[in-house]
């Protein structure tokens, strides 16, 4: 018996990227970001949809996920984000993969390996403007790519750099990331004095792709967006992944009755419980114990008492009619009955793009696709 079952739609996908790309003038290519599973909706199904579509990069975080498209039999230009091990450089040049390098030590190994296969090894590099995390320092990048042009065997091919809070409102959020703009900016128009012909230049997430179109240049990597994790006003995307299982069990309660562990909810009144084998060790959190809902029916039902490892107990005494085994939606749904991330997200205390990552990523042989 499947518990729980991931369905995402293939249509949605596309509207979605087709949005975006409405956005954009033809100058402006798309990287879609499909790491992490395409944030549990499936890397390999989703990178074939947005190739057809029309995606100049697949952006992938690992090595072993460049690979895996590759294997796929998906032969567009596959951007490593989290770029790479030295001891990775030979397959990366194999399976003609393009790094992301924000160090020397993988470019001297892809300048080794390039040597030793007799090809090139393409790759970006990422200087860090304000996030933090991976990137060369701003105050190094010069003498950085002196180095890097040194190396016999490796293509420039990319400069990027990465926004820190663009999907935040903030006024001094806002004043952060035009501060990154204008640094990645002046990076830019210097590298390209040295030089002119550098082929692509990104810096905008979804956020900045829907909402900063000076941050363009001519590729951008929208990722959350295509999913339908991002609300942006008059740009119409949506959720493509819908998350269900099955009543498993059901039965009267009388008033006054703990339920669950912890004694966390008692019953003011007679209640009919019903029972999903669902629980935190399929990605619904304990965070959502006596917050949550699902849909019975067309209709709310609240989560009441703890979520278990492997149960969850849902209040469907107002609900007419529920029998065994009646479908039950954890998220998505029809038209004004739905469950949405964004609803789920706020119960747990946290993002989109985690309730994606662990609803749909946590059980990928429950996953299948419509349209």
């Given at each position: 018996m499947g518990l729980i079952k991931v369905t995402i739609d293939r249509q949605v996908l596309r509207n979605n990227f087709r949005e975006i790309k409405r956005l954009l003038p033809p100058s402006v290519s798309v990287g879609a970001v499909v790491k992490s599973q395409a944030y549990g909706h499936g890397m390999v199904e989703c990178a074939r949809v947005f190739a057809q579509e029309g995606a100049r990069f697949l952006v992938v975080s690992l090595i072993d996920e460049g690979i895996t498209l590759r294997e796929s039999g998906l032969e567009e230009p596959v951007l490593l984000m989290g770029g790479i091990w030295p001891q990775e450089a030979q397959d990366c040049i194999r399976y003609g993969l393009t790094p992301v390098i924000s160090g020397l030590q993988p470019l001297k190994a892809l300048s080794r390996a390039a040597t030793e296969l007799n090809q090139e090894a393409r790759v970006h590099i990422k200087v860090d403007t304000g996030m933090g995390r991976l990137g060369v320092p701003m105050e190094e990048w010069r003498e950085f790519l002196d180095e890097a042009l040194s190396y016999p065997g490796v293509v420039l091919e990319g400069l990027m750099s990465h926004f820190s809070v663009a999907d935040s409102p903030e006024n001094s959020d806002v004043a952060y990331t035009m501060q990154q703009m204008e640094v990645?900016?002046?990076?830019?128009?210097?590298?390209?004095?040295?030089?002119?012909?550098?082929?692509?230049?990104?810096?905008?997430?979804?956020?900045?792709?829907?909402?900063?179109?000076?941050?363009?240049?001519?590729?951008?990597?929208?990722?959350?967006?295509?999913?339908?994790?991002?609300?942006?006003?008059?740009?119409?995307?949506?959720?493509?992944?819908?998350?269900?299982?099955?009543?498993?069990?059901?039965?009267?309660?009388?008033?006054?009755?703990?339920?669950?562990?912890?004694?966390?909810?008692?019953?003011?009144?007679e209640t009919l419980v019903a029972v999903v084998p669902v629980g935190y060790a399929l990605g619904y959190l304990r965070s959502l114990s006596n917050r949550g809902e699902?849909?019975?029916?067309?209709?709310?039902?609240?989560?009441?008492?703890?979520?278990?490892?492997?149960?969850?107990?849902?209040?469907?005494?107002?609900?007419?009619?529920?029998?065994?085994?009646?479908?039950?939606?954890?998220?998505?749904?029809?038209?004004?009955?739905?469950?949405?991330?964004?609803?789920?997200?706020?119960?747990?205390?946290?993002?989109?793009?985690?309730?994606?990552?662990?609803?749909?990523?946590?059980?990928?042989?429950?996953?299948?696709?419509?349209?």
């Open positions: 990645f900016k002046a990076i830019v128009e210097e590298v390209r004095k040295k030089l002119p012909h550098l082929k692509w230049i990104h810096l905008a997430n979804s956020a900045a792709t829907l909402q900063l179109p000076q941050t363009h240049w001519n590729l951008v990597r929208p990722g959350l967006g295509l999913y339908g994790g991002l609300r942006i006003p008059q740009i119409n995307l949506q959720e493509a992944m819908e998350v269900s299982s099955r009543i498993l069990h059901i039965k009267r309660v009388p008033g006054g009755r703990f339920l669950s562990y912890g004694r966390a909810f008692r019953t003011n009144r699902m849909l019975v029916r067309g209709e709310r039902a609240p989560v009441i008492g703890r979520v278990c490892m492997d149960l969850t107990l849902l209040d469907v005494t107002h609900i007419p009619q529920v029998e065994l085994g009646d479908p039950v939606i954890l998220m998505g749904g029809k038209g004004k009955q739905r469950i949405t991330v964004f609803e789920v997200a706020q119960w747990m205390d946290t993002i989109t793009y985690e309730v994606f990552c662990i609803l749909g990523g946590s059980h990928p042989g429950q996953r299948e696709y419509v349209n």
